[in-house]
């Protein structure tokens, strides 16, 4: 095994988005942690809250919200899914990925780390990272914020061995009685005999040194990813505009993301409920051209949404929820993978639905009917194989055009030719149409229909698709 640790040290805060800065998190009267621009100004954890407000009288403050914090650690436990599927929380502040099984897949420890780091700072997140055979050691490593990574056991010894023993988190108590000793560093304290470790620390830090060292079996438990995804987020303040709301939205859809991938599913649609302090929640739903799991395609459509949206009241919440899912299918991908370029038909239509409204842009489906007239409809999904076997022959053999007259146009006949700017030379057997007679005299239907259809090309080389029944011969498509 292979272990990722991420610690987020100023979690208590960096879980309170699109708020001003300088600003605080305090607790028990203390801050507790402060941002770049507060530390800038003389503000440092630890300090009594009358004298951060007196090195920064506008520091913006807020009391510690625990449950807050717990929801983000889970939120970003479900972002980190597209990476490994075995994710263990370590609160306050701390996740444990199993990268192990992963590393062919991301190109490498260096790759993982790369994304990893990419993500956290796309979403606002302040990391320390490390990566370790045991989980304990990564956690350490994270803790002292050295960015280590130790891919073999052989490695690790050197590592730990440097840290000092403020790393582990021990109580203040045990570590004061560490400096007593004269020990300054961790390697200095396992050198020492374990049976006299035990009589003078006690069992629990000497069973810490053993398993960070891999002498000791440790496994954390794994994060059990929901079997359906909420997720919920407070804002500091309000946020009166919708534009305000992309970055706070774009940490829900993150944490989608990873959550589609870890579970091997793929979204049809979402809604992301506003909760505002003085009026109803209101509802922004969100629906995709096609079955996706892909972030950045995500945020855009919300972002096209928000532009387009004005907020009833301000907003103090958000919550996100998948309400449409479906099974990811498994594909066989070549052994050359070849990158398209561009964002993709689904992707650019549901941006223009966004924009221009669900009614203004419709699609074409094919329909399981042989007759021209009822072999397409207006739907809302893209067609799928199911409906491409249900076709005619001649229609998946691309003998039809894709495009149709809105009615048969009467053509002439000559010497027992049919004439459009000239004779038409028909290339194609007839293929026999006899269908309809259950809807024939109903509104808005073809009706019983008896043709012969085939491909033809005039002199100018246009290519036309022709008919022929009691009436006479009839031009009723064009080919591109």
């Not at 954390?220 to 079997?227: C, K, L, N, R, T």
């Amino acid at each position: 095994m292979l272990w990722l640790a991420l610690h987020f040290p100023l979690l208590p805060l960096e879980a309170l988005p699109s708020r001003q800065s300088p600003s605080a998190v305090v607790a028990r009267g203390r801050v507790l942690a402060c941002d770049r621009a507060a530390a800038e100004g003389g503000v440092a954890p630890g300090q009594k809250l009358s004298t951060a407000l007196g090195l920064s009288p506008g520091l913006a403050v807020f009391e510690r919200a625990v449950p807050g914090e717990v929801r983000a650690l889970e939120t970003l436990a479900c972002w980190a899914g597209r990476f490994t599927p075995t994710v263990s929380l370590r609160p306050p502040a701390m996740l444990l990925l199993d990268i192990g099984g992963c590393l062919r897949l991301f190109g490498g420890i260096e790759r993982i780390v790369e994304a990893v780091r990419e993500g956290c700072a796309g979403q606002g997140w302040t990391l320390a990272w490390a990566v370790a055979p045991t989980p304990l050691a990564a956690v350490w490593l994270a803790q002292a914020g050295s960015g280590a990574s130790a891919a073999t056991a052989a490695e690790l010894p050197a590592l730990l061995g440097a840290l000092p023993p403020a790393a582990t988190g021990w109580p203040a108590e045990l570590l004061a009685r560490i400096e007593s000793f004269g020990l300054r560093r961790l390697g200095e304290l396992r050198a020492l005999p374990t049976a006299s470790l035990r009589q003078r620390l006690g069992s629990a830090p000497v069973d810490d040194l053993l398993r960070a060292w891999g002498e000791l079996p440790d496994q954390p438990s794994a994060f059990v990813f929901p079997e359906s995804f909420v997720g919920r987020l407070e804002l500091p303040s309000r946020v009166e505009h919708a534009e305000g709301l992309v970055f706070a939205g774009q940490r829900l859809f993150a944490a989608l993301a990873g959550w589609l991938a870890a579970r091997q599913l793929l979204l049809r649609a979402a809604t992301l409920h506003l909760a505002h302090d003085d009026a109803p929640d209101s509802e922004l739903a969100l629906r995709f051209g096609e079955p996706v799991a892909d972030e950045a395609r995500f945020v855009r459509l919300l972002r096209e949404h928000l532009g387009r949206l004005k907020l009833a009241a301000p907003v103090e919440a958000l919550t996100l929820v998948a309400d449409e899912t479906q099974d990811r299918p498994g594909d066989s991908r070549p052994l050359f993978a070849v990158a398209v370029a561009g964002e993709g038909a689904a992707a650019c239509l549901e941006r223009l639905r966004a924009r221009l409204g669900e009614a203004s842009v419709q699609r074409l489906a094919a329909a399981a009917d042989h007759r021209p007239e009822g072999a397409s409809r207006l739907r809302d999904e893209w067609i799928d194989k199911s409906a491409i076997d249900a076709l005619p022959a001649a229609a998946q053999a691309g003998q039809r055009p894709l495009w149709l007259l809105p009615a048969p146009q009467a053509l002439a006949e000559r010497g027992g030719q049919p004439q459009w700017h000239g004779a038409l030379q028909l290339l194609s057997r007839g293929e026999r149409i006899e269908s309809g007679w259950w809807d024939s005299g109903e509104a808005g239907t073809a009706g019983d229909v008896r043709r012969d259809y085939f491909v033809g090309r005039n002199p100018q080389g246009q290519w036309a698709w022709v008919f022929r029944d009691a009436q006479g011969w009839f031009l009723h498509g064009v080919f591109g």
